[in-house]
């Protein structure tokens, strides 16, 4: 039987830590852990726990599908719930502009 390939999620959980501005002892203070358990996770030297990622989703305020993206099978049907309930997030005034521009651009490429 053939070996199924292995999932590293440690360079992307390092570009969702950057992108939040943490560093790994921000991190590791935040998730209650060690700086050292976050250095391994983010070298795919160590498997995070899932309540390490199920801490790093909240903290961030992200799903698990963000951090196993590129190995999860989507469905244009999972996206558009996605695309739909980040879009009910947005303050009212806003999804305004954004259906006058999906109106303008939809009227402009008939």
Known sequence: MKKPKEILIGA???????????TQEKLAEAIECSTRYIGNIEQDKSKPSYEILVKICNLFDIGLDDIFSEHLEKTGKKAR???????????????????????????NDK
């Open 81 to 107: 719930n996605v695309e739909l309930e980040a879009f009910s997030k947005i303050k009212p005034k806003n999804q305004d502009v954004i259906l006058h521009l999906i109106e303008y651009f939809n009227k």
């Open 12 to 22: 992307k959980l390092k570009g969702i830590r950057r992108s939040h501005g943490y």
